[in-house]
């Protein structure tokens, strides 16, 4: 990118909040936990995470496994808390708890279009009626002291796009942000993102930030997204997995022209291995679930080209720590010895 047009990446404010970098972590269901979030915080330039998605209708029958979930710490802070839900008191209430157990921001999800929870009623679902979707949101920013945001998709399907008047009736609402993911439900993670979408998002809207969200890999499409959509941020999902140093090297990119020098594998295996450390000192999940988890986080995490699919095919099957220990210790080892290395 260097040469090229560099971004000052200006603060954002949400409500009373002060964002200091504009790049956002996207909620990711069995993803987004303490652990991952502290690592991109640690790793510089991830100015806002964003817990997992939290079902407020289980809060509400007091389910253990979601209150297990409540996993922030004050040393995150600014953080959000990102709650689905279709019934707009449950939400309220829902808005409520996470707030008095200390959320910064509280975020609506209206993007998720996984069947069990669009079939709800809830996520994306609620984009198929703006007037369904906006009580929802008047509850929540009713309930609560601290700034409440939306994260939506372009809408439920392709001939239902409703992103654009229902940005417009959440800032009525007194919504302090909107992410808008420009995909349709319809779509899943499928196809190319619409940024079209995010640029007509910002136009409606008159005081309250837009972030971008969708197809943001490397500096030059966050450098895209914010030129051709006027966006004041952008949020990155799924190509952080594995990969939780992003934030840092687009945020340099985007400053300097210049790019950052990639993770070595063993500062890959160091992370990871922190990643899983982090994970077990402070889940409140049971230790088997957890280490579910930590499979599919790890795995992520592309460690070279030599050896790497044994790896991974071990860290699928691990049952502890000591096991996670043992494996990223020899690729750490494997190294060393020059035998793993990156793809050119």
């Given at each position: 990118m260097a040469n090229q047009e560099l971004f000052p990446l200006n603060p954002v404010r949400i409500g009373n909040i002060t964002i200091e970098t504009p790049l956002f972590l996207a909620p990711m269901a069995g993803?987004?936990?303490?652990?991952?979030?502290?690592?991109?915080?640690?790793?510089?330039?991830?100015?806002?995470?964003?817990?997992?998605?939290?079902?407020?209708?289980?809060?509400?029958?007091?389910?253990?496994?979601?209150f297990n979930m409540f996993d922030w710490t004050?040393?995150?802070?600014?953080?959000?808390?990102?709650l689905y839900g279709s019934d707009p008191q449950i939400m309220a209430d829902a808005a409520r708890l996470v707030v008095d157990h200390g959320a910064d921001i509280v975020d609506?999800?209206?993007g998720c279009?996984?069947?069990?929870?669009?079939?709800?009623?809830?996520?994306?679902?609620?984009?198929?009626?703006?007037?369904?979707?906006?009580?929802?949101?008047?509850?929540?920013?009713?309930?609560?002291?601290?700034?409440?945001?939306?994260?939506?998709?372009?809408g439920f399907t392709p001939d239902n796009l409703t992103a654009v008047p229902f940005a417009k009736a959440a800032e009525a609402c007194g919504v302090k942000a909107i992410a808008v993911h420009a995909r349709t439900a319809s779509q899943g993670f499928s196809g190319k993102a619409d940024w079209d979408m995010i640029r007509q998002v910002k136009e409606v809207v008159s005081d309250i930030p837009v972030i971008g969200n969708g197809d943001v890999k490397t500096a030059e499409d966050a450098a895209t997204m914010l030129r051709t959509t006027g966006c004041d941020g952008v949020m990155i999902g799924r190509a952080a997995l594995g990969n939780p140093w992003i934030f840092h090297q687009i945020a340099h990119e985007l400053r300097?022209?210049?790019?950052?020098?990639?993770?070595?594998?063993?500062?890959?295996?160091?992370?990871a291995l922190r990643h899983a450390w982090i994970t077990m000192?402070?889940?409140?999940?049971?230790?088997?679930?957890?280490?579910?988890?930590l499979r599919g986080q790890l795995t992520q995490?592309?460690?070279?080209?030599?050896?790497?699919?044994?790896?991974?095919?071990?860290?699928?099957?691990?049952?502890?720590?000591?096991?996670?220990?043992?494996v990223l210790n020899e690729a750490i080892a494997l190294a060393d010895a020059g035998e793993l290395q990156l793809a050119s």
């Open positions: 993803q987004t936990n303490h652990a991952f979030r502290t690592i991109a915080r640690e790793l510089g330039d991830c100015g806002l995470v964003c817990t997992e998605l939290l079902s407020s209708m289980a809060m509400h029958y007091k389910s253990e496994r979601t004050p040393d995150e802070s600014p953080f959000a808390v990102q609506i999800n209206m279009w996984v069947p069990k929870v669009a079939k709800t009623g809830a996520g994306a679902a609620l984009l198929r009626d703006v007037c369904t979707a906006t009580s929802v949101v008047e509850a929540v920013v009713k309930a609560v002291n601290v700034p409440v945001t939306v994260k939506v998709r372009s300097t022209g210049e790019k950052v020098a990639l993770p070595t594998p063993q500062e890959r295996a160091r992370i000192e402070t889940t409140q999940m049971p230790e088997r679930q957890a280490i579910l988890e995490y592309h460690l070279g080209v030599r050896y790497a699919a044994k790896l991974r095919d071990r860290l699928v099957r691990v049952e502890s720590l000591a096991e996670i220990e043992v």
